[in-house]
């Protein structure tokens, strides 16, 4: 194995649409400078160059030169509440709750090797499923990204009209997770706003709930608050880490 594979880290790459196709190996004497003579050796190069991309880029911009032509101006809205700090949960269980999650997320990746056809589903009877069924994940994953995300927005909706004081059920919290795990990354735009509505619906719930609520009410909106801001990179919503 050369010097070049111990940095390569393939743990983002092992489920979903960003799954290797082909394995490729790096020769000892691999050199980047070196102009790739056959196939092999131009995928080498191909996951070099990508290996030395940065998954997140930002650019300092000068804005004060734009301020003489500043035309209007936007006020930034309130903070979010994120509820009473006794409710909150520590750096530790965060960290802890997303490596389960992923270590989940691919096990369940390798398990089912079920192509994923399906995109429609009925949604009259959905939403009884999800209050009266546990998931089956076999089930779940024949369903197109498209419909997963679907399914997500019934129950979003339905989690709107969940009284103040109030969390959500076992069951329905089940299939939250179970299809957040199925979930592929990269999401698209609306994939994204359709996580994030959830997730600041479970930071409104969180944060009417009394300070000494029991665990089994908010122990749940924590989780799903970590997983949608933290794996899913929605990191403005994010608890305190």
Known sequence: MSDYDESFDEDDDDCGILKQALHVEFPENFNPNKVPQT???YL???IYERRQCKTWLTADIDRSKFLNQQTLKLEVGNRINKGSPLLLPSKKWQTQKIDEFTS??????FKIDKE?????????TFLNKVLLQDPQFSELAAYTQAAKIRMFQIISKHVNSIPKGESLGKKMGAWIYAILTLLEKPLSP???????EFAKRCLDLRSNLDEHASEELYMPLNLFICIIARFYNQLDLADPF
């Open 104 to 109: 989940f997320q691919k096990f369940i990746c």
């Open 39 to 41: 196939g092999e050796e």
């Open 116 to 124: 994923s056809t399906v995109s429609s589903f009925n949604e009259e």
């Open 190 to 196: 609306d994939s994204c706003y359709t996580l994030r």
């Open 44 to 46: 080498q190069h191909v």
